[in-house]
Structures are given as structure tokens and as C-alpha cells.
């Protein structure tokens, strides 16, 4: 059974400090695919990043990176300079790939990451 | 346009009404979710629609009725609810249902209290 554990439950920086949010997986499947989201407090769930599991690049969008290790089955995500506007829910999710004919595979998510910024 | 929008924004109602939430993208996709969400907890999957037929149901109580009357639409129809069912819930659809690969993008919610 794949699962996803956000050690961190809540997180409070000063802006324009660095942080990083924590995500380690379990999954069986040598395919599986991994995504952030970001829930502000209007409720509404933003897609930021997918990763498939044999892509082990880094990536940098502005100032957000993700970090994928599949050695420590780990999918860490940085804000660098963070903002206020970054206060949010943020959320790691799992899911295995299901290429049968009629299955569906489910998204699992962590318990997410309460991130406060304070001006 | 990567939207998804949902009606209504709050919802009150009480245990005997009748109601429906509405959702609705425009992105082509295949695949639509409904998702409950309890304060301070992660998402929890109700239903999805791959295709406009029904392909997963989490073991939702029958007194919440999931329609898909075309690809573009998903309504929740809601009868006898409880108090305990009072929660944030949220409509998401993605290009398809059966390959997972493919990131979900959700609407803003339907925050529903039960009196």
C-alpha cells in the first residue's frame, strides 16, 4: 500500500528566510508519480509540480525547487525568500501507476504542512 | 485556461433538505473527482468519474448521490445529511481517469454546514 508522511506539521518562518517542507513516500511500484499542492486559506487546491519516478532531476520554478531522492524516498520542496503570500497548506501526493484498462489509481496525500510566514 | 468552478461557494442546510453541488470545467478533460475535506486534514477521495461513468466509489453512505450529466459537468446530490458531514468539499478533474500520471486540478470548494 503506498503512503506518504509529512513529518512537519506546522512551520513558521520570518519572510525572506528559506524553508523546506519535508515529504518521504512508501510505494511498492518501481512507476509511481509524485505532486505538490499548495491550499491557501480560500480552500482551493494548486497544482504546483509532478514528478514521475524515473525523473530524478531537481527542479526550479522562481523561487520554488523540489529535491527527488529515490535513494531516501524522499520529494523535498524549498522556498527560497519566502513571502507572506506563501502562507498556505502545502500537500505531498502519491500515486502508482495504473495502465489497466478500466483500473483508476487513487491519489494519496500526506497530512500537509501548515506554512506560516510573517512579514 | 486551467479552471475548475464550483457552485455553490457556502451551502447551509438541514437534515431533512434536499440539495446539489454543482462543478464544472472546461479544459476537455476525461476524468472528474469529489473529494471531502475535514478541517485540518488532507482531501479524502468520494468519488471518480473516468468517461462519465461512475469508477470509483470510496464507500460513500448513499445519502450522497454523485450525476455526471456530460463531460463537462459533475453535480453531488445531497439528501438527509448529517452533522458529521459538514466539511469542505471539492470537485478536481484531470485529462484522464485510468492513467495516473496526470496532475488533478480542483475548484475552489463548496464549504457545507449541516444544522
Known amino acids: 500500500a503506498q503512503k506518504v508522511t509529512q513529518a512537519q506539521t506546522e512551520i513558521s518562518v520570518v519572510e525572506k528566510e528559506d524553508v523546506t517542507l519535508d515529504c518521504v513516500y512508501e510505494?511498492?511500484?518501481?512507476?509511481?508519480?509524485l505532486f505538490w499542492y499548495k491550499q491557501p486559506p480560500s480552500g482551493e487546491l494548486v497544482f504546483l509540480i509532478r514528478?514521475?519516478?524515473?525523473?530524478?532531476q531537481n527542479e526550479i520554478s522562481g523561487r520554488y525547487s523540489w529535491n527527488f531522492q529515490k535513494s531516501t524516498s524522499s520529494f523535498n520542496f524549498t522556498i527560497t525568500a519566502s513571502q507572506v503570500v506563501d502562507s498556505a497548506v502545502y500537500f505531498c501526493?502519491?500515486?502508482?501507476?495504473?495502465?489497466?484498462?478500466?483500473?483508476?489509481?487513487?491519489?494519496?496525500f500526506g497530512k500537509g504542512i501548515t506554512l506560516s510566514v510573517r512579514p | 485556461d486551467t479552471e475548475v468552478t464550483q457552485t455553490p461557494k457556502h451551502l447551509v442546510m438541514g437534515m431533512t433538505n434536499k440539495k446539489s453541488l454543482k462543478c464544472e470545467q472546461h479544459?476537455?478533460?476525461?476524468?472528474m473527482y469529489w473529494y471531502k475535506q475535514k478541517a485540518k486534514k488532507p482531501p479524502e477521495l468520494m468519488f471518480v468519474y473516468s468517461y462519465e461513468k461512475l469508477s470509483i466509489n470510496e464507500s460513500v453512505p448513499s445519502r450522497f448521490s454523485p450525476e455526471c450529466p456530460n463531460s463537462s459537468l459533475l453535480n453531488l446530490h445531497l439528501h438527509a445529511l448529517q452533522p458529521e458531514d459538514s466539511a469542505l468539499y471539492l470537485c478536481?478533474?484531470?485529462?484522464?481517469?485510468?492513467?495516473?500520471?496526470?496532475?488533478?486540478?480542483f475548484g475552489p470548494g463548496t464549504r457545507l454546514t449541516v444544522t
Open positions: 510505494t511498492r511500484d518501481t512507476t509511481y508519480y
Open positions: 501526493a502519491l500515486s502508482e501507476a495504473s495502465f489497466i484498462t478500466g483500473a483508476n489509481s487513487k491519489l494519496t
Open positions: 478536481a478533474s484531470s485529462q484522464e481517469g485510468q492513467v495516473s500520471s496526470y496532475e488533478q486540478y
Open positions: 514528478r514521475n519516478s524515473f525523473d530524478e
Open positions: 479544459m476537455g478533460h476525461r476524468a
